[in-house]
């Protein structure tokens, strides 16, 4: 498989997991929320300062349809994390040609 | 694992905060040895895919559910320096956007999910390739036992910032016990996809997985030495 071929499969199995599968994803509280419940400190959980942000809990405000408002969350946030870490690590990598920046496969 | 605000006290998150900031600076120098121009972008679908998959709780037990961590993934696939940054990149995206994950807590969810998972993760990973056989076969099993004990070690380390700095008066001993024993379970998921995601891209790509190099390396010269022999 050629890299440009693994990447571009990567990162439709990316949107399809965050946009489509995410529907079907247990509702039921994680291991920590739910130990919080049975032991009794999930009262001091404070809501986050940004939970009227408009893809707070992964739905879009204003869309109704929840497979459609969740799905589109996954979808910008998949969008938003390829450019933010692909433009981070872009910066940060290695620049002196050396060894694998060769690779005739590429 | 994603903690909320108002679960730690304020000196517990600004420690944690301290702690996540730290590591955060020297994965960013470290990192460097890690990526390339082939690996860069490796990196960033690492990151991405990590993300999508944390959306995906899938039930454990009574009514309680999981997710990906994924920091022994990220740290089999891209290594552990880049992999801290995976996974704070991940934590910030879901705080600042999602509302998922306090925004007192990035520093205690990056210790948890970012530093903790990648160190546990990397770490018995790379101690099974010393003593297993040196052959490819073993990086996706490898990957999924340090997935497996990963999770349960975190859940641990946030009962230990719980003790110290906790929010709420309650019985430290159930709290402990019920940790440890649902992020066990969480623990056998998180190395089921963490097997299953290794090896498709061993399959795929094995020259694409940072874990396997050495391995590669080894193959390489072996088929050398065979053929100019």
């Known amino acids: 498989m050629s890299r440009r071929r693994f990447f571009v499969v990567a990162l439709l199995v990316s949107l399809l997991v965050a946009g489509v599968a995410s529907y079907y994803a247990s509702s039921h509280p994680d291991g920590l929320e739910y130990v919080a419940e049975q032991t009794g400190f999930i009262d001091s959980a404070e809501d986050s300062a940004t939970s009227d942000s408009p893809l707070a809990d992964y739905q879009t405000t204003g869309i109704d349809d929840a497979r459609l408002s969740g799905g589109l969350a996954g979808v910008v946030g998949v969008v938003v994390m390829l450019l933010l870490s692909t433009g981070l690590f872009w910066l940060i990598r290695r620049r002196d040609g050396s060894d694998a920046t060769h690779d005739s496969r590429a | 694992m994603h903690v909320p605000d108002g679960f730690l006290d304020a000196p517990t998150s600004l420690a944690t905060g301290v702690v996540a900031a730290t590591?955060?600076?020297?994965?960013?120098r470290a990192a460097r040895r890690e990526l390339d121009d082939r690996t860069a972008p490796m990196a960033g679908l690492v990151?991405?895919?990590?993300?999508?998959?944390?959306?995906?709780?899938?039930?454990?037990?009574?009514?309680?559910?999981?997710?990906?961590?994924?920091?022994?993934?990220?740290?089999?696939?891209?290594?552990?320096?880049?992999?801290?940054?995976?996974?704070?990149?991940?934590?910030?995206?879901?705080?600042?956007?999602?509302?998922?994950?306090?925004?007192?807590?990035?520093?205690?969810?990056?210790?948890?999910i970012g530093i903790v998972t990648v160190a546990v993760g990397w770490g018995v990973f790379v101690l099974l390739r010393k003593v297993l056989p040196a052959r490819i076969s073993i990086v996706a099993p490898a990957a999924a036992a340090g997935a497996l004990l990963s999770v349960p070690v975190a859940a641990l380390v946030f009962t230990g910032l719980f003790a110290i700095g906790g929010n709420a008066p309650v019985d430290l001993a159930a709290v402990t016990a019920a940790m440890l024993g649902w992020h066990t379970v969480i623990g056998i998921g998180e190395a089921a996809v963490t097997g299953l995601v290794v090896a498709s891209v061993v399959a795929a790509r094995p020259d694409l997985v940072h874990g396997a190099r050495p391995l590669l390396a080894e193959r390489v010269l072996e088929t050398r030495a065979a053929v100019t022999s």
Do not use: E
Request: net charge negative.
């Open chain 2, 23 to 28: 590591a955060v600076a020297v994965s960013l």
């Open chain 2, 47 to 112: 990151a991405t895919f990590v993300f999508a998959a944390q959306m995906i709780n899938f039930p454990v037990g009574a009514g309680t559910s999981g997710h990906l961590m994924g920091g022994a993934l990220a740290a089999v696939l891209v290594g552990p320096w880049t992999a801290v940054l995976c996974l704070s990149v991940v934590l910030v995206v879901q705080a600042l956007l999602m509302a998922d994950g306090g925004i007192t807590a990035i520093g205690t969810n990056i210790s948890l």
